[in-house]
């Protein structure tokens, strides 16, 4: 995938974004930045064997990177969005399947004021 550091941006601000911190959305209190480098390490290399493993498809469905990485999060997370949601039929529907292998993940903030995953 071309420009696959747009797809780790959107997954990881969508992320954040999606993610609660003592009811508060956690975007609201941190960046990017505060996530742990080995959460980071963790869930590119989930999103990079998802984008591999699906590159036809993805390339089918005309999606910028950034979005691929924002529906890769928001369907692993059986959110109310995602690759299901743009009207891209059967590509649409093959994807969201391609995410379940890799299972939900909950991010929660460390001692050490770092996101886990």
């Given amino acids: 995938m071309e420009h696959f550091d747009y797809a780790i941006g959107g997954m990881l601000t969508a992320a954040l974004w999606s993610s609660v911190d003592d009811e508060t959305q956690m975007d609201a209190n941190y ?20 984008v591999e493993a699906n590159a036809a498809d993805i390339a089918a469905s005309g999606m910028v990177a950034e979005q691929v990485g924002h529906d890769f999060w928001l369907t692993r997370n059986h959110h109310g969005a995602g690759f299901w949601d743009r009207g891209l039929g059967e590509v649409g529907e093959r994807l969201t399947a391609a995410t379940r292998p890799y299972g939900e993940v909950d991010l929660y903030v460390g001692d050490d004021g770092l996101i886990y995953a």
């Fill in 31 to 50: 960046g990017v930045e505060d996530i742990a480098p080995e959460a980071v390490a963790a869930l590119i290399a989930d999103l990079r064997e998802f």
